[in-house]
């Protein structure tokens, strides 16, 4: 599978971005996603994740209730809505499959298909 990342940028604190990840080559409708991301000098964390179907969502406690993960299965692509955001949230943005073995949600091993990232930059 193949995914594409896009729709980062330079945003004000405070202000909103939406981040897309675009799949092809598989079922996309078959597979719970993931979104993290990795500031630099810094891991990769957990951002959030969604079930293949859309009806189960996950997210690291830094975004709760400000970021937002979709999806819509006939376009194959996984959204991430990002609101009220912080100078913190600066970092690559990256998508990926999460493996139909895996038993958690927000570890970096339980995916295994990665795309590349999007910057995201928010200034103060």
């Known amino acids: 599978v193949q995914l594409q990342a896009s729709g980062g940028g330079l945003v004000q604190a405070g202000g909103s971005l939406r981040v897309s990840c675009a799949a092809s080559?598989?079922?996309?409708?078959?597979?719970?996603m993931g979104w993290f991301r990795q500031a630099p000098g810094k891991e990769r964390l957990f951002v959030a994740a969604?079930?293949?179907?859309?009806?189960?969502?996950y997210y690291a406690d830094s975004v709760k209730g400000r970021f937002t993960i979709s999806r819509d299965n006939a376009k194959n692509t996984m959204y991430l809505q990002m609101n009220s955001l912080k100078t913190e949230d600066t970092a690559v943005y990256s998508c990926a499959v999460r493996s139909i073995w895996a038993n958690n949600w927000s570890s970096e091993t339980s995916y295994d298909y990665w795309g590349q990232g999007t910057q995201v930059t928010v200034s103060s």
């Open positions: 969604i079930s293949a179907s859309g009806g189960s969502t």
């Open positions: 080559g598989r079922t996309f409708s078959f597979y719970d």
